[in-house]
């Protein structure tokens, strides 16, 4: 077994000790420190304590009485975890961002442990540290050590991309795999909610997108009800949720509900019948843009929204004489990544009245499109990523990195440890430029994900993936760290969670 126990993501400072306190679900409470900012009032909190309460306790299916079993001389008993929010703002009623604070401080002596937080981030945090320290014995009795614990994440950014486009994700799995995040302290989840096979979302301006774009009207969308389900789902745990509608590529669904909307290819001097990027020549299309990305900013209050710009196919817009004509008109002779830049440039001014911030896919920095300072450049190609690492940071970008970590390519063994081993500031670049690096996602992509099969596929591979962005980098060991995720996977198990094995082996409770 670890010397960590089974603490995941590690802390970046921890002191376990060997005095084992004894807690009973009938003995034990979370509270509110009376000093707390953040009192009864602050459901976020309270609605946590709940769970963890239940995550500790509720699994004891069998009685248990203190002290049933070997008997310890005089077993001390834990009574309490007291919950002290320092700052006098606890942001309570907030939602999570870049900048959150999410440190915490926890302390487990007796009588009672101590777990404090400038917000109710770190509260967050270390109520999932809590429960992860405490162990039962054979009589299903619970135990925690003392313990002494000083945590923050090396990252800001921790995410999961989801693509509800290829299949349809029902609202249950998406709310299990923010779920699962929390027990990961992963904190942003990057919902591709859109692509060329589907598309899910029910717009209350353009209703007809999903009704002509989704796979089926009704049992496939995502209403305004669901969304915002999930948005204040995510908020309780402390995870953003970060939508992606990516155009101008990835968007044929888009097309069926917006019919000027995608170019039109040509075969020779005729259009084919098939449709390519979004059209970039129409005005009606920055029209449609401006209203659409209008209402976005309003459903989702994320301070960011992704705007894809990936793998754009310029055959289409090659074909189309009325594109020909206007390339021509703009002198951008043949070079259509020119054309690109044109389109994202203009929307990402349409973005930028909505007060919003965007993520862009590394394309639109290689295309050379001109960025907000605040724009956030996504890394994702692999093979040469420390490059394009290299090159983003030094032309002053804000960079995540997802490149080593596209989890739906699946093979045979323990592919975790490669995610895990992956150094996110290995490229060559100054100490500002690795500054500029904010964290990174593990993305799941749909062409072969759906809700059979999701979560054994996600977890506990995103679970490497979330101790990389959440522990001091320092952290390599690779068989204490098998030793803790082992147990931490048979902990998701034990929650409810059909994580994947890592290895040949057995958890105290199965999954059922
Ligand atoms: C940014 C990005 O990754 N774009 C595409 N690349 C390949 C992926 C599958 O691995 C998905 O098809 C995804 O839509």
Redesign the pocket.
Known sequence: PSKFGSLWPLPQKVKLSAVSLKLTGVSFQIADAKGSSAGSGCSLLQDAYRRYYEYVFGGAKRQQQPGKGRRAAGPAVLTELQVWITSPDPECDGYPGVASDESYELTVDQPYAVLKAPKVWGALHGLETFSQLVYEDEYGVKSINSTTISDFPRFAHRGILL?SA?HFLPIKVILANLETMAMNKLNVFHW?IT?DQSFPYLSRTFPQLSQQGAYHPYTHVYTPADVKMVVEFGRLRGIRVIPEF?TPG?TQSWGKGQTDLLTPCYSGSKPSGSFGPVNPILNTTYDFMSQFFKEISTVFPDAYVHL?G??VDFSCWKSNPDIQTFMDQQGFGKDFSKLESFYIQKLLNIVATTQKGYMI?QEVFDNGVQLKPDAVV?V??GGGANDEMGKVTAAGYTTIL?APW?L??ISYAQDWQKYYKVEPLSFNGTEEQKKLVIGGEA?L?G?YVDATNLTPRLWPRASAVAERLWSAADVTDINDTFNRLSVHRCRMVARGIPAQPLFSSYCPREYK
Request: net charge negative; with cysteine.
């Open positions: 693509d290829r591709h692509d990516d990835h894809g990936d793998e896919w996504h994702w190609i997802s596209y739906d390519y993305c992509w062409e």
